[in-house]
């Protein structure tokens, strides 16, 4: 982004209307553009960064709590302990990764961890490796 665009986006003296202006023309220009990296903003010690990936990973098909059980799967924790830590019933764990073998097309614990792993999404993915190797924590 150009010094000016960022000045402009960041001004509180600007109108709601420019704001809007000026944001709708920064998506229209980053949508069009073929980068890689779409937006770089720093603001004060905050630097946001968005970057435009090839193609959706795996982990982007499952729901935040399908993406859960997958992590503590990954963790080895079986289902019981699953069930215990997140207070659902162990059948409600088996119907969570029977919906995640569909989504991912496996058949087993151990393909659906190296699906996740491996399968389209970066291993080194910082919100995706979390998932997967996250240490098992419980709340309350």
């Not at 665009?5 to 998506?27: K, P």
């Not at 961890?113 to 080194?124: F, Y």
């Amino acid at each position: 982004m150009k010094d000016g665009a960022r000045t402009a986006l960041l001004d509180m003296g600007g109108t709601a209307a420019e704001v809007e202006a000026l944001v709708q023309a920064l998506i229209g220009r980053l949508a069009a553009s073929g980068e890689r990296v779409l937006l770089d903003l720093a603001v004060g010690d905050i630097r946001c960064l968005v970057i435009r990936c090839d193609q959706a990973g795996p982990m982007t098909l499952l729901s935040p709590r399908e993406r859960e059980i997958a992590r503590m799967v990954a963790c080895g924790h079986p289902n019981k302990t699953i069930a215990s830590v997140l207070e659902i019933s162990t059948w409600t764990v088996a119907s969570h990764l029977r919906r995640i073998f569909v989504k991912l097309d496996v058949s087993s614990r151990a393909a659906m961890v190296n699906r996740l792993a491996s399968g389209g999404d970066r291993p080194d993915s910082e919100a995706d490796a979390g998932l997967l190797v996250a240490p098992l924590v419980r709340q309350g």
